[in-house]
């Protein structure tokens, strides 16, 4: 068993302890993902066939914000049924934007995030030097990135020669043929990715020969992902549009002509979450609700700890290699 590189975002084990209500940037944030999803529902067909194996075992999951949520019998994948339109127009509000950029909003995440990223930095190094036998002066193109001062501390660290930062809210001039990358990094980018199979296509043709893509998600083979469903405040239209699931990725990989090299899910706090919101578990749900109402905090350790090693917990981290031609 690899060992799991500890990832999960603090700023939800914050938002928990604190409630969300002291959280004044996530409530507007929320507030203005609501205000949108309530006026972009889904117009026309119903998505009929899985966006990632292609199956017509679609069933409806949830729904909130007037959208709808599918669950894919086949590869155990969700998403959300919106239209492509609409997840443009989302991703360029200028609202959010507004927020995201603030000089106050990065401050603050950087002082929460700063030791995390660090971490991520140097485990970078560790896993290219695994698998590329090389850890400094890369070409790297990152997807998504929204921190100033993370950016920076990639495109500063040794791992990186080149840094090439790639669809961002942070405008950053930059040449627009960035040629191939030797890694590739998309952190909780996917979860905003209406077509997965074009985006891992153009990861592909970004990719040298051997290059890896390392990226970490959100995935609807996790337990507070599946346990409490709508009731699960940080999953939300359309900041979460999809949440592939493991097996999900392994074909979305395999189909580019990508090797999986590593699934982790280093999450340590889904069964806090759940706890702390307990009464988003569904009624029916007889044997969760007997458990959190009654398990002592040493069963409860032990069974995120078998969560995390069996790979069921809600974050997770893939490491890719692309396949020699
Ligand atoms: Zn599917």
Same mark, same amino acid.
């Given at each position: 068993m690899l060992t799991a590189f500890n990832y999960y975002d603090p700023e939800e084990e914050e938002r928990v302890r604190r409630g969300i209500k002291e959280n004044p940037f996530f409530r507007k944030e929320l507030a203005l993902a609501e205000a949108f999803s309530l006026v972009h529902p889904k117009h026309g067909d119903t998505l009929s066939q899985c966006l990632i194996c292609g199956s017509g075992e679609m069933h409806t999951f949830f729904w909130k914000w007037g959208v709808q949520y599918l669950r894919c019998e086949h590869c155990y994948s969700i998403m959300a049924d919106v239209d492509e339109a609409d997840v443009k127009l989302y991703a360029s509000l200028e609202s959010l934007k507004t927020i995201r950029s603030s000089k106050e909003y990065q401050e603050e995440g950087a002082a929460v995030r700063r030791g995390r990223w660090e971490e991520i930095v140097d485990w970078l190094r560790f896993r290219s030097y695994r698998y590329c036998g090389k850890n400094q002066g890369l070409s790297v193109i990152d997807y998504g990135n929204r921190w100033t001062t993370f950016c920076e501390m990639l495109e500063h660290s040794e791992l990186c020669g080149v840094y090439y930062l790639k669809n961002s809210i942070l405008s950053r001039e930059q040449d627009e043929n960035q040629g191939q990358a030797e890694l590739i990094l998309a952190f909780d980018y996917l979860q905003q990715v209406q077509n997965p199979k074009d985006f891992f296509q153009e990861v592909y043709e970004s990719?040298? *020969?051997?290059?890896?893509?390392?990226?970490?998600?959100?995935?609807?083979?996790?337990?507070?992902?599946?346990?409490?469903?709508?009731?699960?405040?940080?999953? !939300? *239209?359309?900041?979460?549009?999809?949440?592939?699931?493991?097996?999900?990725?392994?074909?979305?990989?395999?189909?580019?002509?990508?090797?999986?090299?590593? !699934?982790?899910?280093p999450g340590t706090f889904d069964i806090n979450y759940v706890r702390a919101n307990k009464d988003g578990i569904a009624k029916e749900d007889y044997f969760m609700r007997y458990f959190m109402d009654t398990a002592t905090p040493n069963a409860e350790a032990e069974f995120q700890r078998f969560i995390q090693r069996a790979g069921l917990s809600s974050y997770a981290q893939i490491i890719a290699r692309k396949k020699m031609a």
């Open positions: 990719l040298a *020969p051997q290059g890896l893509l390392i990226l970490g998600t959100k995935v609807g083979s996790g337990l507070d992902v599946l346990l409490l469903r709508e009731n699960n405040k940080n999953v !939300f *239209p359309y900041e979460h549009i999809l949440m592939p699931s493991k097996e999900g990725l392994k074909i979305l990989l395999e189909g580019a002509g990508m090797e999986l090299l590593e !699934f982790t899910t």
